[in-house]
């Protein structure tokens, strides 16, 4: 189960995640983010109430770094222990601007 709640405003796209983003869910965000990408030179993912991310959430993360690394800049906030674990280990630490 994923609730994913999205403003936007003046060019600032906010993505907050509520849940789990693992092989059933990416789809969904992946899609609600091709969507709204279009004029949005800052995202910004609060990751506050999202409870873990798979490999495949991971995937989604990277594709949406790429597209905002052309067009702005990307950073995820909010960032839990368990999730900041995952993202050490699999070196996303190096790839995300995680506050």
């Known amino acids: 189960m994923l609730n994913i709640n999205k403003t936007t405003e003046n060019g600032t796209c906010t993505v907050a995640l509520e849940g789990r ?5 990416s789809p969904e965000l992946e899609t609600e983010l091709k969507s709204s990408l ?19 959430g991971l995937r989604v993360l990277l594709s949406a770094q790429k597209t905002m690394n052309n067009q702005g ?12 674990e995952i993202f050490e280990v699999t070196g996303f630490v190096d790839v995300l601007t995680i506050e």
């Open 73 to 84: 800049s990307m950073k995820v906030i909010h960032v839990n222990d368990t999730v900041m």
């Open 38 to 56: 279009d004029g949005v030179t800052e995202l910004i993912m609060d990751f506050e109430k999202l409870e873990y991310i798979s490999s495949a």
């Open 21 to 25: 983003l693992d092989t059933i869910t």
